[in-house]
């Protein structure tokens, strides 16, 4: 079955410095979301990536879809306090009929301040 | 609009006992998710529905039942709960190729 495997489980990170979490997965995908988790909360999605070698900005966010669809990374630079959280990416098998979205495990941020 | 709307939000359960998370969308969503979330293990998929009527067992079925009732709603039931059940459980919906929502989320505790 499809494996989203996640990299780091943590993260900790002084302010100001730079973070990345990576998504593989075992087959090629049809997109990838990413999404956030603050501490106490739901994940709430940040982005949509479904061209191979698609890079997408918000602000200090940057993510990238692989040019095979096979993964994808998110880099947040110079991070903030606010930033805290676990990141998760989740994928969608191209090959999938159902459309059923696979998590990744999540990277938990903590940023010192 | 409220989105996924799961109840309770908190529950305390001795062990043994049963009880059903409900939860509901009103987004016309086709596809429904029950996730559970523990410390370091990230989201781990119970089960899920593709559509009313339809079920399928994700990584940690065992010890739940789900009923998709209609294609509002998709409720997870604890027959008989143990301490390991004790986690947060979220539900969750999405139309393929779409963003997925997330309900709040339910503590449950199970002494």
């Known amino acids: 079955g499809q494996q989203v495997m996640q990299i780091p489980q943590y993260q900790h990170v002084q302010e100001g410095e730079d973070f990345t979490t990576y998504c593989n997965s075992s087959?090629?995908?049809?997109?990838i979301q990413w999404y956030k988790q603050r501490p106490g909360g739901h994940p709430v999605f940040l982005i949509q990536?479904?061209?191979?070698?698609e890079v997408k900005k918000q602000k200090r966010l940057t993510f990238q879809f692989g040019e095979a669809k096979k993964n994808s990374s998110l880099h947040i630079t110079a991070t903030q306090t606010t930033d805290v959280g676990t990141y998760f990416c989740?994928?969608?098998?191209?090959?999938?009929?159902?459309?059923?979205?696979?998590f990744g495990r999540g990277t938990q941020l903590t940023v010192w301040p | 609009n409220a989105g996924v709307t799961q109840t309770p939000k908190f529950q305390v359960l001795k062990t043994g006992q049963s009880m059903t998370l409900q939860c509901a969308q009103d987004?016309?969503?086709?596809?429904m998710y029950w996730y559970r979330q523990d410390p370091g293990m990230g989201l781990r998929l119970i089960y899920y529905s593709a559509s009313e009527g339809t079920t399928d067992k994700g990584e940690v079925p065992n010890g739940y039942n789900v009923s998709r009732l209609n294609k509002r709603e998709f409720s997870l039931r604890l027959e008989s709960a143990a301490p390991s059940q004790t986690s947060v459980y979220f539900c969750a919906s999405h139309i393929r190729g779409n963003t997925i929502y997330f309900g709040e989320g339910s503590w449950l505790t199970v002494v």
């Open positions: 987004m016309n969503h086709n596809s």
């Open positions: 989740a994928g969608i098998d191209r090959g999938s009929t159902l459309g059923r979205l696979y």
């Open positions: 990536l479904v061209k191979s070698g």
């Open positions: 087959t090629t995908l049809s997109n």
